[in-house]
Structures are given as C-alpha cells and as structure tokens.
C-alpha cells in the first residue's frame, strides 16, 4: 500500500477504514484474520483498502496492535 493513505473512522461501526483509493464493487475482499478485511484490486490482488473492524475494543487491549500486511519503502531522488 505505498502512496497516500486515508485513515476514517466510523463511530457507529465501529470501523476504521484505511485507504489508498475509493472503494468499488468491483473489489475482492479477504479475511486477514482478526477481523480485519483487505479489499483487492480485482486485476493485480493489491491491497487497496483496509477494514479493522471493532477498533475501539482494540485501543482497550493491553498487547500491541499490529495489521497483518507488509508494505514496500519507496525512495525518491
């Protein structure tokens, strides 16, 4: 997920939503385990979007909270 990310909070869902483009219904979506959903590029299988779900009862938790998912460092001259 290099690039811009966008972090949304959704209070009644109690969603946070981590994006790097608008999602759209042409998306796969995977279960990462841990309730958290990535949604894929349907052509390439790149994570677009991220979904944590219950993220509130997450911040309550004593352990450190990680995502499942490995990025990529870009540097530019």
Request: with cysteine; glycine share 6%; aromatic share 8%.
């Amino acid at each position: 997920m290099a690039g811009k990310l966008i972090f949304n909070y959704d209070r009644e869902a109690d969603i946070l939503h981590i994006d790097k483009c608008q999602p759209y219904p042409d998306q796969e979506s995977e279960e990462l385990g841990d309730d958290i959903i990535a949604r894929l590029n349907p052509v390439t299988g790149e994570v677009e979007n991220l979904e944590v779900l219950f993220f509130s009862t997450r911040l309550l938790r004593k352990e450190l909270f990680e995502l499942p998912v490995t990025g990529e460092l870009r540097v530019s001259n």
